[in-house]
């Protein structure tokens, strides 16, 4: 590719702080405001996504450019958009203190940098693939497709300025008491035992077998209901992989691919507002091509490509396009 369609890392931090953090922020923010503490989460959920967006999926496409770390990433935004050093806290510093507790030393959106970096470095944009081996699930992710597996339904947050997201649902383990482990290792041993019964399959078993299954499906079904109101009795998995997670380094996502079963007459259900159906072959050819493209080589000025508004979809981009694939094949 040549050089001169690759957006730069400056022009490329700019583009997604301007299409993520801008909407979040007041227009009369100035750097000596004081941000509330739920302003401040949403920019630094935001701001979370530029670091994603730049240090992993635009690398990952331009492995030429440089990796920017935790105090580079700070600088450049601060530079690019004076109004966030109003939630930088180590950067305002007067002194040349060494950060030594990022904890205490650090605001919201300077530990949500600092942990991007991190996740970034952990997945590296070198590898085609990340290795995953030994990562726990820090959540589950359902892509919810209609009867007719034409539509997928798809959230969009008010504060992410149209950025769509899957049904997600964080897994917390901390709330099971030790009374409860014996029976997760029972359902455990019983589908174990329920894989090994099964010699004929379709396709080979991906599942491992550590996994509570049943407990993330519960999740997965759940995640689905609040949002929704469609019960588990209407809605059939289609498939199930583990992916790696955007949020948290080290961490996979239990991803399923679900199918809500009422026949097409019935095709009317309780959808929130900030969820749309969407046509499955669009959200796949939106997943596909740079996230930023030139918009004039005279000028040398950039815009967001449509990746950028699934960027959450990343990374199950590959398996919603096989299994799209052999779905259309099969049809």
């Given at each position: 590719?040549?050089?001169?369609s690759v957006?730069?890392?400056e022009?490329?931090?700019?583009?997604?702080?301007?299409?993520?953090?801008?909407p979040?922020i007041?227009?009369?923010?100035?750097?000596?405001?004081s941000?509330?503490p739920?302003q401040?989460q949403?920019?630094?959920?935001?701001?979370?996504?530029?670091?994603?967006?730049?240090?992993?999926?635009?690398?990952?496409?331009?492995?030429?450019l440089?990796f920017?770390?935790?105090?580079?990433?700070c600088?450049?935004?601060?530079?690019?958009?004076?109004?966030?050093?109003?939630y930088?806290?180590?950067?305002?510093?007067?002194?040349?203190?060494?950060?030594?507790?990022?904890?205490?030393q650090?605001?919201?959106t300077?530990?949500t940098?600092m942990?991007?970096?991190d996740l970034?470095?952990?997945?590296s944009a070198?590898?085609?693939?990340?290795?995953?081996?030994?990562?726990?699930i820090?959540?589950?992710?359902v892509?919810?497709?209609?009867?007719?597996?034409?539509?997928?339904l798809?959230?969009f947050?008010k504060?992410s300025?149209g950025?769509?997201s899957?049904?997600e649902?964080?897994?917390?383990?901390?709330n099971?008491?030790?009374e409860?482990?014996?029976d997760l290792?029972?359902?455990?041993?019983?589908r174990?035992?329920?894989?090994?019964?099964?010699?004929?399959?379709?396709k080979p078993l991906?599942?491992d077998?550590s996994?509570?299954e049943?407990?993330?499906?519960?999740?997965?079904?759940?995640?689905?209901?609040?949002?929704?109101?469609?019960?588990?009795?209407?809605l059939?998995?289609l498939?199930?992989?583990?992916?790696?997670?955007?949020g948290k380094e080290?961490?996979?996502?239990?991803?399923?691919?679900?199918?809500?079963?009422?026949?097409?007459?019935?095709?009317?259900?309780?959808?929130?507002?900030?969820?749309?159906?969407?046509p499955?072959?669009?959200v796949?050819?939106s997943?596909?091509?740079?996230?930023?493209r030139?918009v004039?080589h005279?000028?040398?000025?950039?815009?967001i490509?449509?990746v950028?508004?699934y960027?959450?979809?990343?990374?199950?981009?590959g398996?919603?396009?096989?299994w799209?694939?052999?779905?259309v094949?099969?049809?």
């Open positions: 590719m040549a050089l001169s957006c730069p890392t022009d490329a931090v700019r583009e997604f702080l301007e299409y993520l953090v801008d979040v007041p227009a009369t923010s100035s750097v000596r405001d941000p509330s739920s401040q949403r920019v630094a959920k935001q701001v979370h996504g530029v670091v994603i967006l730049y240090d992993y999926y635009h690398r990952k496409q331009h492995r030429q440089e920017l770390g935790f105090e580079s990433f600088k450049l935004i601060a530079v690019l958009k004076p109004p966030l050093l109003a930088m806290k180590y950067l305002q510093r007067n002194d040349d203190a060494e950060l030594v507790d990022p904890e205490k650090l605001s919201l300077e530990k940098i942990n991007a970096c970034c470095m952990r997945l070198s590898k085609d693939i990340p290795d995953i081996e030994g990562w726990s820090s959540e589950v992710a892509f919810l497709v209609d009867s007719r597996k034409e539509n997928c798809l959230l947050s504060d300025n950025v769509c899957l049904f649902k964080d897994v917390d383990i901390s099971q008491s030790s409860a482990m014996p290792k029972q359902c455990k041993k019983k174990i035992k329920q894989c090994k019964k099964k010699r004929i399959t379709k991906r599942d077998p996994i509570n049943d407990a993330m499906q519960q999740l997965a079904f759940s995640s689905v209901k609040e949002a929704t109101a469609i019960s588990q009795a209407h059939s998995i498939e199930s992989h583990t992916v790696y997670s955007l080290k961490s996979t996502s239990r991803f399923y691919i679900m199918q809500w079963t009422q026949p097409t007459s019935e095709d009317v259900i309780q959808v929130p507002i900030y969820a749309f159906w969407v499955i072959k669009d796949i050819d997943l596909q091509g740079p996230l930023i030139k004039s005279r000028w040398n000025r950039w815009t490509a449509p950028v508004e960027f959450h979809v990343l990374p199950y981009a398996i919603l396009s096989d799209f694939s052999r779905y094949i099969i049809r």
